[in-house]
């Protein structure tokens, strides 16, 4: 059935070349939407535009998040091209697994380059048109490891708990605007994400986590966030029993939490 939510409306998702990103830009191809696709691989990209629903209705652009001065330079050229951009799914990002003391600080530095800093820094490019229009969403793609902590993943935690402190104090600053901020705090999800995570020297893991391969599919995902983000709620989880348990007791039993963490040794 249509979402009427995302008719002709214009989007912007960044890392949709493959996994959520890939797929929220399959999902919401179906109901009318024009999609701006971004990452840093042409080939695959072409791969995303070739699925949608209407590829006439999309572009693809090469943008490493990574790279401040290329966000400035293609955020610009985006805002000269279509004046306004409706809704902002801010996607890309790389996990970690290592183990804090063993791990290099340009670990830290690029969890936090591409996960936050790239994230708030296109999403403050594009918010004062969103502001000045009184309409707009910002979408950020978070994690469960945004609200807990856990085994080898110190740095993309900590990354994903500053995305969190970020946009809800922007929720709070930019109330009665007209603009939407919505937090997806995922499970574990059937993606690519582990075998990408970096290890302590930078290097990325290239083995796949049995919890995500366990995980929700993506598709299945995506087709949940698409239907409830139309709705313009703040917070949308979408994970399984395991997580969601965790969260539980992260609220209600902390120091269990905290004891369960300490002696699981599989990120």
Sequence with gaps: MNIPYYNNKKIWITGASSGIGK???IELSKHGAYMILTARSKDKLE???AALHNPEKSEIILLDMADSGEIDSVTNKVLDQYGHIDILI???GISQRSLTLNTEMKVYHKLMNINYFGVIHMSKLLLPSMVAKKSGHVI???SVNGKLGSYMKSGYA?????????FDSLRAEIDGS????TLITPGYVQTDISMNALTKDGTP???MDSNTAKGIPVEIFAKSAVKQIAKGKPEIIIAGSIESLGLYMKRFWPNMLRKLTARRKEA
């Design 23 to 25: 797929a929220l830009a």
């Design 47 to 49: 791969e995303t535009k």
């Design 90 to 92: 801010n996607n890309a």
């Design 140 to 142: 950020t793609i978070t």
């Design 158 to 166: 900590s990354s994903k708990h500053a995305l969190h402190g970020f």
């Design 178 to 181: 007209g603009v939407d901020i």
């Design 205 to 207: 893991q290239k083995s």
